[in-house]
Every structure is written in structure tokens, then in C-alpha cells.
């Protein structure tokens, strides 16, 4: 069994490490990049998608100009322990609508209804709900009352309404992420521990696939606007 928990402020430092802990083993699913393990840029990704979802954590604060929400799924009978989190993003120009940029289980727990809880809470509290999913994820958000909207780079574009609002949605700017120290050192670790060529080869490799992916994206989205 599984409990809610809604936070307003920064979440404890043990469930900052385990919902930092849950986004590292599920990144190729979080990170519109969807990078894959056996890319030797796996790791790179994992860190800085790591310090993203940590810097939208920080700025529950509320003196990062961010507006953030975020929900904790945790063990009812060991309620220090997180099964999954959902971090959405309210609008700055609507109370009643949102964006929801991460949503997690983990795979120990899955298939117990926790996404589902996860999503329904966030729909219980704002009229308007946008995300972006990947093709093979739209079936399962649309069982949930999303629709798809359009395609966008690798991922669907959907919403609560089928449409594309005109909510203002306040984001990271992770590029300074990536231009870090530690992403460079984690950079320069692989390039020593695989060599230049196979590190082109990786980044050629993640950008086939994203090429892929919006591939697949363009055609769900067409198949949808075909059938309706």
C-alpha cells in the first residue's frame, strides 16, 4: 500500500537522494533526449538530468522565480520510503493549469496504481494538464484522459483538453548544467575510458535515435488526427 504526500517546501534531504536516486536509474525514460544505458553517454545524462529535477526541487523555496509542485508516493507502512514522485510545473498565468514535467515509479512498485494516483492527484487539482510523452507512452496517458495534441521533437505534445493552451509555464534553463565542471570531468572520464571514436560514434548514435523518436512522434500524432 502507497500514501500521498503533497509538498510546498524542499523535501527532506534522504528523499532528495532517493527521488535523485529513482531519476538516475530511469533517465533514457525522464529525459526527452532518451539516451539508452548501453550509450557510453549514459552517465553524462544521468548526472545532469540528475541536477535538473534537483534544481527544480530547490526552488520549492519559492526565491528561484519558479513555480514548482511536487508529490511524493511513499510506503504506507514505511512512510520513509519513496515508491514514486510526480514534479509539475503550475502555470504563472493560471492557477488551474499546469505543466507535468516528471513522473516516476519505481520498478519495484509499478503496477500498483501509483502513476495512475500520481496523475489523478494532479488532475483532481488543475483543470489544464500538459506533458510530453514518448509514442510507445501515449496509449497509457491516454487511458488516463490525455490527448495527444502534436508532435514535438521526440516526444507528444499532450493535454488534459486535447488542445494547447496558453499557459505560461516557468522552466529550467539547463544548458549552464552542461556546461558545468563536473559534466565536463564526467565528459573527459569517458572520452579517456572509450576513446574519441567511440564517443563520436555515441553521440551519432543518440542523435539517430531521436530522429527515430520523432518519427514516431509525427506519426502518432497523425494516426490520432486520422481516426478523429
Do not use: K
Not at 526565491?63 to 503550475?90: E, I, K, M, W
Not at 493549469?97 to 519505481?106: D, I, R
Not at 490527448?147 to 534553463?173: F, H
Amino acid at each position: 500500500m502507497y500514501i500521498l504526500s503533497r509538498l510546498s517546501s524542499v523535501p527532506p534531504e534522504s528523499f532528495q537522494n532517493q527521488i535523485r536516486e529513482l531519476v538516475i536509474h530511469e533517465v533514457g525514460e525522464l529525459s526527452s533526449v532518451a539516451i539508452t544505458p548501453d550509450n557510453p553517454l549514459y552517465p553524462l545524462y544521468q548526472y545532469g538530468v540528475g541536477m535538473e529535477v534537483h534544481q527544480y526541487l530547490q526552488a520549492l523555496d519559492g526565491t528561484r522565480g519558479l513555480r514548482v509542485a511536487l508529490t511524493l508516493a511513499l510506503d504506507a507502512d514505511a512512510p520513509d520510503q519513496l515508491l514514486g514522485f510526480a514534479l509539475a510545473l503550475p502555470a504563472d498565468n493560471d492557477d488551474q493549469a499546469c505543466a507535468l514535467a516528471y513522473l516516476a515509479v519505481a520498478p519495484t512498485h509499478r503496477r500498483q496504481g501509483i502513476a495512475r494516483a500520481l496523475l489523478a492527484d494532479l488532475q483532481a487539482q488543475y483543470r489544464y494538464i500538459e506533458l510530453n510523452a514518448f509514442a510507445h507512452q501515449v496509449p497509457w496517458f491516454e487511458v488516463m484522459g490525455m490527448q495527444a495534441v502534436s508532435a514535438n521533437g521526440p516526444q507528444v505534445l499532450m493535454s488534459s483538453t486535447g488542445q494547447g493552451g496558453d499557459a505560461l509555464i516557468g522552466r529550467l534553463d539547463i544548458a549552464p548544467i552542461y556546461q558545468t565542471t563536473e559534466v565536463m570531468q564526467i565528459h573527459t572520464y569517458l572520452l579517456n575510458q572509450h576513446g574519441e571514436d567511440a564517443m563520436i560514434e555515441a553521440e551519432q548514435r543518440r542523435d539517430e535515435r531521436l530522429d527515430e523518436l520523432a518519427l514516431q512522434a509525427q506519426a502518432c500524432v497523425q494516426q490520432r488526427l486520422t481516426v478523429h
